[in-house]
């Protein structure tokens, strides 16, 4: 009898699509044997025979949009199935010349009735003349690497994610990938020269580590140098201080400083912004919240303070030193360090005169922060002191020029050193 086998609930109300033929006209196949591969827009899956028995006709082609309850195949189970190792032989010839207007073109319904039979579930089986997952194949199309190329080490040579990552691997290491690879770092047995310890890399110190390393090789890092006269800002800060502490609330240059930085974005909206992925347009945000790197003992890490333009010094010194102490102590949640517009990265607390940033993408901009000196500064044709800040601004090339990052530096110098406006 002819029945037809129907797309199973993928869990989704619109339509997917058919990514994969994997049987063919004429194809003797048995219970579970993939048919087709379908994909929507979370996950693909290869929707198993819910009968054993040959192809009679295929009702779908590559490209094809499919709900739920559509036809896929027919299958005329009173043909007795072969065994298992007989039709995976068939389903290794091409799944293209499944999709062929012959094959497609044979009637749907033929002499006896063909009722309809739909798969329990989608699953993840074997396919045509290769033998991978869907999230494999979704894997390899998205990287474009033809799976015939990589020998699967799974169980009847299945190719599992493992396989296509030492594929690439080994592309990268020898150098013959399209793209450019980077050198190899010589592994030199330091113990020949004297007795050493190992210590494994902290997990944040891992994690941080690929991050910044990409971030150092995609953007094209130019860093400005300014100093600000913070000199009215302190005595102002100090004065504060000693009313904030009784209530427990220790107001840092930090918190100030964020105020600074976000009237120097609101005025160049172009730093409060990232690069698209293609990168060919900037995603300007109407939002001000400010990633703030902090020391943790396991290594580096950025909280996000979020609407620092709506928020006063008072709620911004307690939130500064909740977050810094989470990060210390329990650390942060991953929504806790997402969705920062800018950085600021301050050594002020620990010294230096200067340093260069890495931008901590998305963004496009990070702002360093040394520690403040008194310093002589001519003014008024005299030599008078004055506590300076030094401040060291990295950005992405690509997004912002030198005259735009020399003003940026500029304004928020001049911010800062009259920081009434801003605060009132
Ligand atoms: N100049 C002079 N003194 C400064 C200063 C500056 N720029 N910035 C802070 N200080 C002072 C503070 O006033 C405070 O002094 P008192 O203890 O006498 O009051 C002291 O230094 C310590 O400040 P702090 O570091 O505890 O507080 P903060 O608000 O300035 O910074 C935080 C908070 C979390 C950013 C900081 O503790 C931290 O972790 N900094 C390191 C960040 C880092 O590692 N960056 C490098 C990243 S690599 O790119």
Request: no cysteine; hydrophobic share 40%; aromatic share 4%.
């Amino acid at each position: 009898m002819k029945q037809a086998i129907l797309v199973p609930d993928v869990g989704s109300s619109n339509p997917v699509d058919v990514i994969e033929i994997l049987v063919k006209v004429g194809q003797t196949i048995q219970v579970d044997d993939p048919i087709v591969t379908l994909e929507s827009d979370k996950a693909s899956m290869e929707v198993p025979s819910t009968l054993a028995g040959k192809v009679t006709a295929i009702h779908v082609k590559v490209g094809d949009k499919v709900t739920q309850d559509n036809e896929l195949v027919t299958v005329d189970a009173a043909v007795e199935a072969e065994p298992a190792s007989a039709s995976k032989a068939a389903a290794s010839e091409p799944a293209s010349k499944a999709a062929t207007p012959e094959a497609t073109a044979m009637p749907a319904v033929a002499s006896a009735p063909v009722a309809a039979t739909k798969p329990e579930a989608p699953a993840v089986t074997a396919a045509d003349d290769v033998y991978a997952g869907p999230a494999v194949r979704r894997l390899s199309r998205e990287l474009g690497i033809d799976l015939h190329r990589i020998r699967g080490t799974g169980r009847g040579g299945r190719i599992q994610t493992d396989d296509l990552h030492a594929y690439i691997k080994s592309k990268m290491q020898s150098g013959d990938g399209a793209g450019f690879s980077l050198p190899q770092v010589p592994d030199v047995d330091h113990s020949k020269f004297g007795p050493i310890s190992t210590q494994e890399l902290s997990k944040i110190k891992k994690l941080s580590g690929a991050n910044l390393q990409r971030n150092w090789i995609v953007v094209p890092h130019v860093t400005q140098f300014d100093e600000a006269d913070i000199t009215d800002m302190e005595a102002f800060r100090k004065q504060q201080s000693d009313i904030l502490a009784k209530q427990g609330i220790k107001l840092t240059p930090l918190v100030l400083i964020m105020k600074a930085v976000v009237s120097a974005l609101q005025a160049f909206p172009n730093f409060n912004a990232s690069l698209s992925a293609d990168g060919q347009s900037l995603i300007l945000k109407q939002y001000y919240h400010i990633g703030v790197a902090v020391d943790t003992p396991n290594g580096l890490v950025v909280a996000v303070i979020r609407d620092v333009d709506k928020k006063g010094v008072i709620a911004l010194s307690k939130e500064l030193a909740a977050i810094s102490e989470k990060a210390r102590t329990k650390g942060l949640m991953p929504a806790e360090m997402q969705g920062s517009s800018f950085t600021i990265s301050s050594l002020g607390g620990i010294g230096g005169t200067a340093f260069t940033p890495i931008v901590n993408l998305p963004d496009v901009a990070i702002l360093g922060v040394s520690r403040s000196s008194i310093k002589p500064v001519y003014q008024d044709e005299q030599w008078v002191p004055r506590l300076m800040l030094p401040l060291s601004l990295s950005y992405d090339h690509r997004v912002i020029d030198g005259a735009e990052g020399a003003r940026f530096t500029r304004y928020l110098a001049d911010t800062l050193a009259d920081l009434r406006r801003v605060l009132l």
